[in-house]
């Protein structure tokens, strides 16, 4: 399970790094559904103006939130993604409604988010962020704990699991750790024993 990150990988998108995402057994409440609707996943931060036109780089991007024809909101305020350039690493954005080089100032630092149910379907066995956080991690018949967030690491990606008794356990988002995710129901199954932890 992998996030792309400015070396390539997306932050905020764990990927199962092999392990077996299990189709769900329950379905969500009409308050689940209303609770997706309203979160909003972020996208990255405005970053210093590229040109005359409004254009600014984004840092910490979230490319596949970026593309042109999305509805961000920056501050209070929603726009339009009007067209994408620079990399995936260093897009650089444009905006309708942000035509010159003080507007895009104006908004640097800020946040941009997108909302939940308009982010792109991910690949098989991935996931993003807030899909993972708050699932209740178990080893077999044994509860663990509970995802606080998906950690991004050199390396890999980890979950960040809370735990009532003992420290935060990190799990790496690989196969031989995690045997399978599944966020319908809410669950994360690990293997402690890889871990090095006694199950």
Same mark, same amino acid.
């Given at each position: ?6 070396? &390539?990988?997306?932050? %905020? !998108?764990? /990927? +199962?790094?092999? @392990?077996?995402? =299990?189709? $769900? #057994? &329950?379905?969500?409440? %009409? !308050?689940? /559904? +209303?609770?997706? @609707?309203?979160? =909003?996943? $972020? #996208? &990255? ?155």
């Amino acid at each position: 399970m992998t996030s792309s990150t400015e070396n &390539g990988r997306e932050q %905020g !998108a764990g /990927h +199962a790094g092999g @392990a077996e995402a =299990r189709p $769900g #057994a &329950g379905h969500a409440e %009409g !308050a689940a /559904h +209303a609770e997706h @609707a309203a979160l =909003r996943l $972020g #996208a &990255g931060r405005v970053g210093r103006p590229h040109g005359l036109d409004g254009g600014f780089h984004v840092s910490a991007p979230r490319p596949r939130l970026l593309a042109a024809g999305v509805s961000v909101q920056i501050g209070d305020r929603a726009f339009t993604v009007r067209r994408r350039g620079g990399t995936e690493q260093r897009p650089v954005l444009h905006l309708q409604g942000v035509e010159d080089r003080d507007a895009a100032v104006a908004l640097r630092g800020l946040e941009i988010t997108v909302a939940a149910d308009s982010a792109p379907s991910l690949g098989e066995d991935e996931f993003w962020a807030h899909q993972l956080e708050g699932c209740v991690v178990h080893d077999g018949r044994r509860t663990i704990g509970t995802v606080a967030r998906l950690l991004e690491l050199p390396s890999c990606e980890v979950l960040e699991v809370s735990r009532e008794e003992g420290a935060t356990l990190l799990v790496p988002m690989v196969k031989d750790a995690i045997r399978g995710i599944d966020v319908e129901s809410r669950r994360v199954d690990v293997d402690l024993s890889f871990l090095g932890e006694t199950p």
